[in-house]
């Protein structure tokens, strides 16, 4: 298969860089995906930086399997903690969102100070807030761990009292430190922007890792010479490394019913 024609392979500890996925195949739609979903070690946002390595290692060995001619690290987790080590160990491109989302966020802000929020994981790596200080290095970073946010994102509880009283504490306080922009660090944060919105107000810019990876991902191709120009139809191959049953009913809240095939595999 010629390298144009390859899919681009996504990877997320679960179900929730299937706002990634969503994000790619809005805005690529030539383009063929394949998504893998380590939903049998989901949450990565609680693990140390060596275990996620690994599991990030495991999983781009799995999409390189599958022929593909680029990697997406829908984890921020994984983006965060596992880049260098992906890139070092692959031949082939590796995007990771934590750029595209610091990026997008520059660009946004007035005030050069920037919130983000992201799990435990990821926070504690201080990734965006490197991403960030490299591009202009007066930038002031709020930074706030949620590590409640995925489970209630996961049980579809994003507009109920319990999910409004956890916005209202983990936000509060980044609200006063006069943020004008919000990074949604976390695959799942998507699903929780109307609460977010509602919590943070109006005056504040949410910058949404999926729809700036997207972007980064169609430069990239770009860059490469490996956009996809033929009329042939996009294939999309979902894999979950856990029986698929719970991931296909959280999933449809991401993908808002139209979920392709959900498959089993073991890495
Ligand atoms: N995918 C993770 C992230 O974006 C959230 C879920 C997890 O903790 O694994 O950080």
């Given at each position: 298969?010629a390298?144009?024609e390859?899919?681009?392979?996504?990877?997320d500890?679960?179900i929730?860089?299937?706002?990634?996925?969503?994000?790619?195949?809005k805005r690529?739609?030539?383009?063929?995906?394949?998504?893998?979903?380590?939903?049998?070690?989901?949450p990565?946002?609680?693990?140390?930086?060596?275990t996620?390595?690994?599991?990030?290692?495991?999983?781009?060995?799995?999409?390189?399997?599958?022929?593909?001619?680029a990697?997406?690290?829908?984890?921020?987790?994984?983006?965060?903690l596992?880049?260098?080590?992906?890139?070092?160990?692959?031949?082939?491109?590796?995007?990771?969102?934590?750029n595209?989302?610091?990026?997008?966020?520059?660009?946004?802000?007035?005030?050069?100070?920037?919130?983000?929020?992201?799990?435990?994981?990821?926070?504690?790596?201080?990734?965006?807030?490197?991403?960030?200080?490299?591009?202009?290095?007066?930038?002031?970073?709020?930074?706030?761990a949620?590590?409640?946010?995925?489970?209630?994102v996961e049980?579809?509880?994003?507009?109920?009292?319990?999910?409004?009283?956890?916005?209202?504490?983990?936000?509060?306080?980044?609200?006063?430190?006069?943020?004008d922009?919000?990074?949604?660090?976390?695959?799942h944060y998507?699903?929780?922007?109307?609460?977010?919105?509602?919590?943070?107000?109006?005056?504040?810019?949410?910058?949404?890792?999926?729809?700036a990876?997207?972007?980064?991902?169609?430069?990239?191709?770009?860059?490469?010479?490996?956009?996809?120009?033929?009329?042939?139809?996009a294939?999309?191959?979902?894999?979950?490394t856990?029986?698929p049953?719970?991931?296909?009913?959280?999933?449809?809240?991401?993908?808002?019913?139209?979920?392709?095939?959900?498959?089993h595999?073991?890495?």
């Amino acid at each position: 298969m010629a390298r144009t024609e390859r899919p681009i392979g996504i990877f997320d500890s679960g179900i929730g860089g299937l706002t990634v996925f969503e994000a790619v195949r809005k805005r690529l739609p030539g383009e063929s995906l394949v998504y893998l979903g380590d939903s049998a070690r989901v949450p990565y946002g609680t693990k140390s930086a060596e275990t996620v390595i690994r599991y990030s290692l495991e999983n781009a060995a799995f999409l390189e399997g599958k022929g593909v001619k680029a990697i997406v690290v829908a984890c921020n987790t994984a983006s965060a903690l596992a880049l260098p080590a992906l890139s070092q160990k692959f031949d082939l491109p590796v995007l990771g969102v934590v750029n595209p989302g610091a990026k997008e966020a520059m660009a946004a802000t007035k005030r050069r100070t920037i919130g983000v929020i992201g799990t435990s994981a990821t926070i504690a790596s201080d990734a965006y807030a490197r991403a960030l200080k490299e591009l202009d290095s007066n930038v002031r970073v709020v930074s706030q761990a949620c590590p409640l946010f995925v489970p209630l994102v996961e049980e579809g509880w994003t507009d109920n009292d319990v999910a409004r009283a956890a916005a209202k504490h983990y936000l509060s306080d980044m609200h006063n430190e006069g943020i004008d922009v919000l990074i949604l660090g976390c695959t799942h944060y998507p699903l929780l922007k109307p609460l977010i919105r509602e919590t943070v107000g109006d005056a504040i810019t949410l910058v949404d890792s999926a729809e700036a990876t997207a972007s980064a991902l169609e430069a990239l191709l770009g860059r490469e010479g490996t956009r996809n120009k033929t009329s042939s139809k996009a294939t999309y191959q979902i894999y979950v490394t856990d029986i698929p049953a719970r991931f296909e009913t959280v999933a449809r809240r991401f993908l808002h019913n139209d979920l392709p095939g959900v498959r089993h595999v073991t890495i």
